[in-house]
């Protein structure tokens, strides 16, 4: 079977580990796989490389803004996109390319839905309902978003069609990673919310129970186990930590930490400060008893916003 007339392109940072199964999973059966990679410090250069992709190095520009730039380095309209943690599954590749062999596209995007799989699982968790995204697009009539926090496809009222084989999110390694990423990603939302200081009071209240009632029965981690268990208390928990961190550095006036979240262990709380530090810096205690997953081209370019 020829390739499909689609790039597919992954931004990575420290991903080596992983990011061998993502490109195997769709390189046998697309035109091209283009890794861009933001200044690794591990082997995922090495790694994509080895696996035959065309691999650009290219500084942060924020999650849309990277997408954006990897959308300009495909050769093809049509583009997948993929984070370093995912994986086509069979299925899904059946139905993608099943799609091309009908000739035109009814849709100029495709959505297709996000299961994520637990650590040390291998599928996951029975009537998993996590996410649906766009990834399948015509990047010449919809692109991603340029934002610093986000990384959506906007498709401003273009017809977008839907797929049913899954596409495996291998989200976290351990816990102890989810709580890093969490940890991060609550300090970059924080930092450029828009919510009205009015708003943030109530939601002190109710943004831990909504989020852990949406993760734990609406996204029905409660399937899981002990597991799912965990990760939605833990959805919930730093969700809670990102309105209480906005809220007190707007009724503080500090300023905000220069990149990204402050020195912190996994749990975000930095040891030996004082309950005037923790409050000075957003940071909230863990809760009792919480501890804290053919050829190729190599191209190295610094380009700046």
Known sequence: MPPLPVSCFIIAKNEADRIAWTIRSVKTWIDEVIV????????TVAVAV?????????????????????????????VLNLDADEVVTPELKQEIVALFEKGPLASVAYGMPRPMVYP?????????????????????????????VHDTVVTDGHQVGSLRAPLYHYSMRSFDDMKQKLNERMWLQAKYSTLPTRQLFPRL?????????????????????????RYAFLQAWYRFLKIYRLLLRRTLQA???PEGPPAAN???????????DLAKTGAMPPTAGESTPSGCVVQARAIGK
């Open 266 to 276: 996994t749990d975000g709380v930095r040891r030996g400060e004082s309950p005037k």
């Open 205 to 229: 209240i109710t943004e831990f129970p909504m989020h852990f009632f949406k993760y734990y029965v609406v996204r029905r981690h409660v399937t899981g186990g002990v597991v799912g268990l």
């Open 50 to 78: 080895r696996e035959g992709c065309r691999v650009i190095t290219q500084p942060w520009l924020g999650f849309g803004g990277q997408k954006r730039f990897a959308e300009d380095q495909c050769r093809n309209d049509w």
């Open 120 to 148: 040390s699982a291998t599928k996951p968790r029975p009537w998993a309902r996590d996410h649906w995204y766009v990834r399948l697009y015509n990047r010449r009539i919809v692109r991603f978003r340029d934002s610093e």
């Open 255 to 257: 300023p905000w930490p």
């Open 36 to 43: 861009v990679d933001s200044e690794s410090s591990d082997d």
